[in-house]
């Protein structure tokens, strides 16, 4: 039985394109993943060909992880560390961290340092992780973003000063790398290019890995099995479907849990919320997580999976949802969520009438759509989304600060506030629909006002670098943008103070 553990001296030191890269090296590989984690595992998987599982003290404890690994060992088995080797829920070495999970697993561990900015002072970092706990089997070093010659250098500094060897570097190469993306990285099938990524990785490792090296470091012996901690619940749900949101927008399931599920007797039949017109027939309906916001327009126009799950719902059907309550939220309140976004106090007519030949066709066909549901089940159900209209001066900054302001201000939540950047054309006609100016707090924009539509009129900024005043002739273009500039300015000063 061969396998090792990949593990980092911190966050961010590519673990993951570490990983990938020495999965991609071998044969039948069975990846793991230390900790909750949905996305690492999804780049394993793209690489091995194989389901990734998660290896978690602290959800499945020592039988539960040893039964796991054990159970999905194929060829050689690697495990993805988190965060920093000794980081775990708290300051003691049983916390549940990627080297406690190596002492239960009695995995070596393959430590990756970053090279830079040093030179003899690399093999006391390496020390200090040997030494922190004499049970973790630190068994070689991999040295991030170096170059042959430095690889070297440190080597040398390590090897003479720790007794740990030095099995291979990382060169320094932007287009290894996997962008990031708020807490986590990028699903695997989102980066473009990946499959020539990981080729192009798998190559460079190929030169700069000692890999027979690494297979007899992976020897692990022969490993008794455990027992299935589950064993007594064989197929006590027999006979129970269970339709499970699996597409883009939902995608963050353990593989673990899944094939628990069909251990207990239960059958899973996948659906898509995007793409399926109805739900399957089924006894439980599971939502998990993933990125279902950044899908909304595609979830929302399909009307007829919402009618499908709010039916469900309304006959008494189970739902379990995850992440996807985002999702399901805006079903079984009663609201449903679309491309076009209004306020509630408008009517049809008058949203219609601004929207212009752009707008008007495509919220139209949602707004019909929309009423007749509400006509077919006799709900009195409402849009609770508002379009803003942002300034036309603007920038991608301003835009996020008004869509956190309008959110606050109104009390809902940021992804029923829509934000619009109307062109010059349209723009005074729309703008004042927005009841709050963002940047000073004053109501403003009143329908009824007729005064405070033609102040819209008089600020719009033209596509024109610059515009002659009726009066005088005089350039007022730039004047409007550092106007503009001003109030915005106010307006992030108010934030700081409150």
Same mark, same amino acid.
């Not at 699996?246 to 353990?254: E, G, R």
């Given at each position: 039985?061969?396998?090792?553990?990949?593990?980092?001296?911190? *966050?961010?030191?590519?673990?993951?394109?570490?990983s990938?890269?020495?999965? *991609?090296?071998?044969?039948?590989?069975?990846?793991?993943k230390?900790?909750?984690?949905? #996305?690492?595992?999804?780049?394993?998987?793209?690489?091995?060909?194989?389901?990734?599982?998660?290896?978690?003290?602290?959800?499945?404890?020592?039988?539960?992880?040893?039964?796991?690994?054990?159970?999905?060992?194929?060829g050689?088995?690697?495990?993805?560390?988190?965060?920093?080797?000794?980081?775990?829920?708290?300051?003691?070495l049983?916390?549940?961290?990627?080297?406690h999970?190596?002492?239960?697993?009695?995995?070596?561990?393959?430590?990756?340092?970053s090279?830079?900015?040093?030179? !003899?002072?690399?093999?006391?970092?390496?020390?200090?992780?040997?030494?922190?706990?004499?049970?973790?089997?630190?068994?070689?070093?991999?040295?991030?973003?170096t170059?042959?010659?430095?690889?070297?250098?440190y080597?040398?500094?390590?090897?003479?000063?720790?007794?740990v060897?030095?099995?291979?570097?990382?060169?320094?190469?932007e287009?290894?790398?996997?962008?990031?993306?708020?807490?986590?990285?990028?699903?695997a099938?989102?980066?473009?290019?990946?499959?020539e990524?990981?080729?192009?990785l798998?190559e460079?490792?190929q030169?700069?890995i000692?890999?027979?090296?690494? %297979?007899?470091?992976?020897?692990?012996?022969?490993k008794?099995g455990?027992?299935?901690?589950?064993e007594?619940?064989?197929?006590?749900?027999?006979?129970?479907?269970?339709?499970?949101a699996?597409?883009?927008?939902?995608?963050?399931?353990?593989n673990d849990?899944?094939?628990l599920?069909?251990?207990?007797?239960?059958?899973?039949?996948?659906?898509?919320?995007?793409?399926?017109?109805?739900?399957?027939?089924?006894?439980?309906?599971?939502?998990?997580?993933?990125?279902?916001?950044?899908?909304?327009?595609? %979830? *929302?126009?399909? #009307?007829?999976?919402?009618?499908?799950?709010?039916?469900?719902?309304?006959?008494?059907?189970?739902?379990y949802g995850?992440?996807?309550q985002?999702?399901?939220?805006?079903?079984?309140?009663?609201h449903?969520?679309?491309?076009?976004?209004i306020?509630?106090?408008?009517?049809?007519?008058?949203?219609?009438?601004?929207?212009?030949?752009?707008?008007?066709?495509?919220?139209?066909?949602f707004?019909?759509?929309?009423?007749? #549901?509400?006509?077919?089940?006799?709900?009195?159900?409402?849009? !609770?989304?508002?379009?803003?209209?942002?300034h036309?001066?603007?920038?991608?900054?301003?835009?996020?600060?008004?869509?956190?302001?309008?959110?606050?201000?109104?009390k809902?939540?940021?992804?029923?506030?829509?934000?619009?950047t109307?062109t010059?054309?349209?723009?005074?006609?729309?703008?004042?629909? !927005?009841?709050?100016?963002p940047?000073?707090?004053?109501?403003?924009?009143?329908?009824?006002?007729n005064?405070?539509?033609?102040?819209?009129?008089?600020?719009?900024?033209?596509?024109?670098?610059?515009?002659k *005043?009726?009066?005088g002739?005089?350039?007022?273009?730039?004047?409007?943008?550092?106007?503009?500039?001003?109030?915005?300015?106010?307006?992030?000063?108010?934030?700081k103070?409150?």
């Open positions: 039985m061969k396998g090792f553990m990949i593990a980092g001296v911190s *966050s961010g030191i590519c673990k993951t394109t570490v990938m890269g020495l999965m *991609s090296l071998f044969e039948n590989v069975s990846p793991f230390v900790g909750p984690d949905y #996305i690492d595992t999804t780049f394993h998987q793209f690489v091995t060909g194989n389901k990734s599982y998660n290896l978690d003290l602290f959800m499945m404890g020592e039988e539960g992880v040893k039964y796991s690994f054990y159970k999905h060992h194929k050689i088995s690697i495990v993805e560390g988190v965060m920093g080797l000794y980081d775990g829920i708290d300051h003691s049983d916390n549940n961290s990627s080297a999970l190596a002492r239960v697993l009695d995995l070596p561990v393959i430590l990756i340092v090279g830079g900015g040093k030179s !003899t002072s690399i093999a006391a970092e390496v020390l200090g992780y040997k030494m922190l706990d004499s049970r973790v089997k630190i068994a070689s070093v991999i040295i991030n973003r170059t042959e010659a430095m690889y070297k250098h080597k040398e500094a390590i090897e003479k000063y720790t007794g060897e030095c099995i291979g570097y990382l060169p320094k190469d287009s290894l790398s996997v962008s990031s993306r708020h807490l986590g990285l990028l699903q099938e989102e980066i473009d290019g990946l499959r990524k990981s080729k192009h798998k460079i490792l030169k700069t000692d890999v027979e090296r690494l %297979l007899e470091i992976a020897e692990l012996g022969e008794d455990i027992k299935n901690p589950f007594e619940l064989k197929d006590k749900y027999k006979g129970l479907k269970v339709g499970i699996k597409d883009k927008a939902f995608s963050f399931y353990y849990n899944l094939e599920m069909e251990d207990l007797g239960m059958e899973l039949i996948p659906f898509s919320p995007m793409s399926d017109k109805e739900i399957p027939e089924v006894d439980l309906l599971y939502f998990g997580g993933g990125y279902p916001e950044n899908y909304a327009k595609e %979830l *929302s126009s399909n #009307i007829e999976m919402i009618e499908s799950i709010r039916e469900y719902h309304q006959k008494g059907g189970k739902i995850e992440c996807g985002l999702y399901l939220e805006e079903i079984v309140k009663d449903v969520s679309g491309q076009m976004k306020a509630p106090e408008h009517t049809e007519d008058k949203v219609l009438a601004l929207m212009g030949k752009q707008g008007k066709a495509p919220l139209k066909e707004k019909d759509r929309f009423y007749k #549901i509400n006509e077919k089940y006799g709900l009195k159900q409402f849009l !609770t989304y508002y379009l803003i209209a942002a036309p001066g603007c920038d991608e900054k301003d835009m996020l600060d008004l869509k956190r302001f309008a959110s606050a201000e109104l809902v939540n940021p992804e029923q506030v829509q934000i619009f109307p010059p054309s349209t723009y005074s006609t729309l703008m004042y629909y !927005t009841e709050i100016n940047f000073t707090r004053k109501k403003m924009f009143v329908e009824k006002d005064g405070r539509k033609q102040r819209q009129k008089d600020i719009v900024i033209p596509q024109e670098k610059s515009i *005043s009726k009066v002739n005089k350039n007022i273009g730039n004047e409007k943008q550092s106007n503009f500039k001003q109030v915005k300015k106010n307006f992030n000063n108010k934030e103070r409150r």
